[in-house]
């Protein structure tokens, strides 16, 4: 029995411990899921902190006041809001039974009914302390170390810092240009490795590869050309003869229709016009048809 109360005693301990804790933690929940943070939201766009501060007044303890004006980009919903973070819970309700539904009034007469609600993001910006560097104008209080005004690489930076501003106003473009031009001859009368001379024959004769291939190019172009030219050439002549032949055939048959027109017509009965030489070639046929062949002279004497 003496084992189990030995036993039993530190467990009730622990379990008080685990208990404080646990109550311990609610507490810290409660205090981080409690709302502290109000916007107020719809204000006037013509409304100005001082203004607002004036008309809330006297405000309940609170550690966060931000005001924000308008923005013209979200037209037509131009409104001002302000953000209050309250330090005591009770005081968000009577703020909230105050302002809520209150009618603000700009300088338009136009009036404004603002709404209060708890603002969707609770956290707060931290408050950035400005310290000082602990070693700011200290340079000079150490006695013991060699001064940096007695320093010769400090003296020289002095003096050329000195003559930077001497220097700058005596440059003129041609002293310019003079150094550059001697600049670029002492870099130019520097022996060359061998690394640099083969990397200049390499570029030569990349140059020479290129020149030739647009040489090359250039007189493929020129006897691309004159080819059409002469396929141009023959295709001129051509049309030329072809044109030629057609007048040719043109005034053939211009010189068949006044011969037509010369020859002697007879009438028939139905009034058609048949020209001699048809009923000449006619009657040459039937004698053909009923006599068989006979030659033009034979024809002539029968006749």
Known sequence: MKEDKENTKPREKK??????????????????????????????????????EEQLSPLPEHDYFEFFSTNS?????IFSRAYINFKNQED?????????GYVFIDSKGQEYP?????APFQKIPKKKSKKKDA?????????????????????????????????????NP???????????KELAAKKTTPLLDYVKTKQRIREEKREERRRRELEKRRLREEERRKWREDERRKRREAEKQK???EKGFDKDK?????????????TIIIPTSVILISKYLTEIYLNGFVAPEEARKRR
């Open 258 to 270: 006044d011969r037509s027109k010369d020859e002697p017509k007879i009438k028939v009965q139905n």
């Open 174 to 184: 041609e002293t310019l240009l003079e150094e550059i031009e001697a600049k670029t």
């Open 92 to 100: 968000i309700v009577l703020f909230r039974d105050q302002f809520d």
């Open 114 to 118: 603002a709404i209060v609600e708890f």
């Open 135 to 171: 070693k700011a104008g200290t340079i000079e209080e150490n006695a013991d170390s060699v001064h940096f005004s007695d320093d010769p690489e400090y003296k020289k930076f002095l003096e050329s810092y000195n003559n930077m501003d001497d220097e700058k106003n005596s440059n």
């Open 15 to 52: 379990a008080e411990v685990k208990y404080e804790e646990r109550a311990e933690r609610t507490e810290k929940k409660e205090k981080r899921e409690a709302l502290t943070k109000v916007v107020i939201r719809r204000l006037p766009p013509s409304l100005t902190k001082d203004q607002l």
């Open 73 to 77: 980009s979200l037209f037509p919903h």
């Open 247 to 249: 007048k040719m055939v």
